[in-house]
């Protein structure tokens, strides 16, 4: 505790859920552009995390999302919701402890979610180091 009674302790770091390394690696395997995982615990109830991926058309951005779909479906982990597949620029697919964003780039560029988001940290998404950033 300091002087003025305030802890200055931080809180534990929580690791991100496995479902999201292999989220992160269905989209990487799918050629994901720029892809980013932002830890929105101490920022928001809603979600505990942002993935954000650019394709580079609009089947691309479709296929990515359908790909995340098929590889976590098996093992039960399937989105709550889901919004804007048959446009193909923006996919929003939300599976409560994390949200996928997969962006036509013209779309990221425009709605600039990680500018939104800047107070978030950046993390590493790799199965085997845990969190990087």
């Given at each position: 505790?300091t002087?003025?009674?305030?802890?200055r302790m931080?809180?534990?770091?929580?690791?991100?859920?496995?479902?999201?390394?292999?989220?992160?690696?269905?989209?990487?395997?799918?050629?994901?552009?720029d892809l980013?995982v932002?830890?929105?615990h101490?920022?928001?109830a809603?979600?505990?995390?942002?993935?954000?991926?650019?394709?580079?058309?609009?089947a691309?951005?479709?296929?990515?999302?359908?790909?995340l779909?098929?590889?976590?479906?098996?093992?039960g982990?399937?989105?709550?919701?889901?919004e804007g597949?048959?446009?193909?620029?923006?996919?929003?697919?939300?599976?409560?402890?994390?949200?996928v964003?997969?962006?036509?780039?013209?779309?990221?560029?425009f709605?600039?979610?990680?500018?939104?988001?800047?107070d978030?940290a950046?993390v590493?998404t790799?199965?085997?180091?845990?969190?990087?950033?």
């Amino acid at each position: 505790m300091t002087s003025g009674g305030k802890s200055r302790m931080r809180l534990r770091r929580v690791s991100p859920p496995e479902a999201l390394w292999h989220a992160t690696q269905a989209l990487t395997d799918r050629k994901a552009v720029d892809l980013v995982v932002l830890d929105l615990h101490e920022l928001t109830a809603a979600t505990d995390y942002f993935v954000i991926v650019s394709g580079t058309s609009e089947a691309h951005v479709r296929g990515m999302a359908e790909h995340l779909q098929a590889v976590l479906g098996p093992s039960g982990v399937r989105p709550h919701h889901v919004e804007g597949v048959s446009q193909g620029r923006w996919i929003l697919l939300d599976y409560v402890d994390f949200v996928v964003h997969v962006f036509h780039p013209e779309q990221r560029e425009f709605y600039q979610l990680e500018r939104l988001w800047d107070d978030a940290a950046v993390v590493g998404t790799t199965p085997e180091g845990g969190p990087k950033g």
